[in-house]
């Protein structure tokens, strides 16, 4: 297809997956809202960096205010809570017969398909590693899974094409009849990447401490719980293992999960999560509401207590709002009077 993918947020992932798709030759368009990084994407390219890959990249990329016509493929990048504003957005340049696939931690694709409609939806979950280090330049700190699908279950020759274009990105990207079951996956493991984001360590070395394991894998038991209540089973994914977090699992079987996350994390060149970046190099506010605060709520549908994950978006937005520092002790207030 000539068309253009149109990327709307040209941050960590969607600048990545528009730097592989333009050097592939595939036509893309990048949108962002922040004038600098559109202007260098465009200019003089953007620089991938990192142990992965190096490369400079000339990418077409405008802000919001530039894009004129409609496109039959969009990949939404932009963070969890900027989802609907973005919606509001890109909907005049969204085909009758087009969709948005949703490049995103969280279930964003609820917030598109009530905006889009269904049919006008597809999923996917990525769990690479990259930072925005600055106009033109993202770092891409290590390869994960790359999954897409229906968010029916279907498969359509356009999830077909988004998965060929996705393996340009990652060849060992995955097409899917369960998209719900990597995105519930991936709020077992966020809810724990949050938890790292309470201290200033590495997500590896939060996973590699012994004394944090007992609040990592009480989290990972919450979202479980949640995600079966929904009816859905999630899969596992570059250490993370669901079934080690389900009601009949054993302590062992968790600990050996927390211990693959500490092994994974350990070899990536982005150290520290998103989360993270966001409360201390970005100073802003982190997807916590629109990814673990979501599922708290859907707990509360379902009548599930989930002490946890309710005591960790209080915590977040402690740092956020500046009445608490990032520290070990942050870490364990999680998890205090627990018994
Ligand atoms: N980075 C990673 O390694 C991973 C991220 N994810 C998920 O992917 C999603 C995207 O994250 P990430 O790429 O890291 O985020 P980034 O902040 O790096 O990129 C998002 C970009 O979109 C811009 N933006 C915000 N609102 C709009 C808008 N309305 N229109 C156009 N552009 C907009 C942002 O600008 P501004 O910064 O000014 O808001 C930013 O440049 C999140 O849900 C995240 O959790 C998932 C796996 C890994
Ligand atoms: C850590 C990572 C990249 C998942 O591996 C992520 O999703 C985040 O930064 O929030």
């Given at each position: 297809m000539?068309?253009?993918?149109?990327?709307?947020?040209a941050g960590a992932?969607g600048?990545?997956?528009g730097a592989?798709?333009?050097?592939?030759g595939?036509?893309?368009l990048?949108?962002?809202?922040?004038a600098?990084?559109?202007?260098?994407c465009?200019?003089t390219?953007?620089?991938?960096?990192?142990p992965?890959?190096?490369?400079?990249?000339?990418v077409?990329c405008?802000?919001?205010d530039?894009?004129?016509g409609?496109?039959?493929?969009i990949?939404?990048a932009v963070?969890?809570?900027?989802t609907?504003?973005a919606?509001a957005?890109l909907?005049?340049?969204?085909a009758?017969?087009?969709?948005v696939l949703?490049a995103?931690n969280?279930?964003?694709e609820?917030?598109?398909?009530?905006?889009?409609?269904?049919?006008?939806?597809m999923g996917?979950?990525?769990n690479?590693?990259?930072?925005?280090?600055?106009?033109?330049?993202?770092l891409?700190?290590?390869?994960?899974?790359?999954?897409?699908g229906?968010?029916?279950?279907?498969v359509?020759?356009r999830?077909?094409?988004m998965?060929?274009?996705?393996q340009?990105?990652?060849?060992a990207?995955v097409?899917?009849?369960d998209?719900?079951?990597?995105?519930?996956?991936?709020?077992g493991y966020?809810a724990m990447?949050?938890a790292?984001a309470l201290?200033?360590d590495s997500?590896?070395?939060?996973f590699?401490d012994?004394?944090?394991g007992p609040?990592?894998i009480?989290l990972?038991?919450?979202?479980?719980?949640?995600?079966?209540a929904?009816g859905v089973t999630?899969?596992?994914?570059?250490?993370f293992?669901?079934?080690?977090?389900m009601p009949r699992?054993?302590e062992a079987?968790a600990?050996?999960?927390?211990a693959?996350?500490a092994?994974?994390?350990?070899?990536?060149?982005?150290s520290?999560?998103?989360?993270?970046?966001d409360?201390a190099?970005r100073k802003?506010?982190?997807?916590v509401?629109?990814q673990?605060?979501?599922?708290?709520?859907?707990?509360?549908?379902?009548g599930?207590?989930?002490?946890?994950?309710?005591?960790?978006?209080?915590l977040?937005?402690?740092?956020?709002?500046d009445?608490?520092e990032m520290s070990e002790a942050?870490?364990?207030?999680?998890?205090?009077?627990?018994?």
């Amino acid at each position: 297809m000539d068309e253009p993918v149109l990327i709307w947020g040209a941050g960590a992932i969607g600048g990545l997956l528009g730097a592989y798709w333009a050097r592939a030759g595939v036509p893309v368009l990048m949108v962002d809202i922040v004038a600098e990084h559109a202007a260098a994407c465009a200019g003089t390219g953007l620089c991938v960096e990192g142990p992965v890959d190096t490369f400079r990249q000339v990418v077409p990329c405008v802000t919001p205010d530039q894009v004129l016509g409609t496109f039959q493929r969009i990949v939404l990048a932009v963070k969890a809570h900027g989802t609907e504003a973005a919606m509001a957005q890109l909907l005049p340049h969204l085909a009758e017969d087009g969709y948005v696939l949703s490049a995103q931690n969280g279930l964003n694709e609820h917030v598109i398909a009530r905006a889009a409609g269904a049919g006008r939806t597809m999923g996917a979950f990525v769990n690479f590693g990259a930072d925005w280090l600055g106009p033109g330049r993202i770092l891409f700190g290590n390869r994960g899974a790359v999954v897409v699908g229906e968010i029916d279950g279907t498969v359509r020759p356009r999830t077909q094409d988004m998965f060929e274009l996705l393996q340009v990105f990652e060849p060992a990207a995955v097409l899917t009849e369960d998209i719900w079951a990597y995105l519930w996956g991936k709020l077992g493991y966020g809810a724990m990447l949050f938890a790292t984001a309470l201290t200033p360590d590495s997500m590896s070395a939060n996973f590699a401490d012994p004394s944090r394991g007992p609040a990592l894998i009480g989290l990972g038991r919450e979202v479980m719980r949640v995600a079966q209540a929904e009816g859905v089973t999630p899969k596992a994914f570059n250490g993370f293992e669901p079934a080690a977090f389900m009601p009949r699992a054993t302590e062992a079987e968790a600990r050996r999960s927390i211990a693959d996350l500490a092994a994974f994390n350990a070899t990536t060149a982005k150290s520290h999560s998103g989360i993270y970046r966001d409360l201390a190099v970005r100073k802003r506010r982190t997807e916590v509401d629109a990814q673990v605060g979501a599922v708290v709520e859907i707990a509360a549908r379902h009548g599930i207590a989930v002490p946890l994950l309710t005591r960790l978006v209080a915590l977040i937005h402690d740092i956020e709002d500046d009445r608490r520092e990032m520290s070990e002790a942050t870490f364990h207030a999680l998890t205090e009077g627990w018994t």
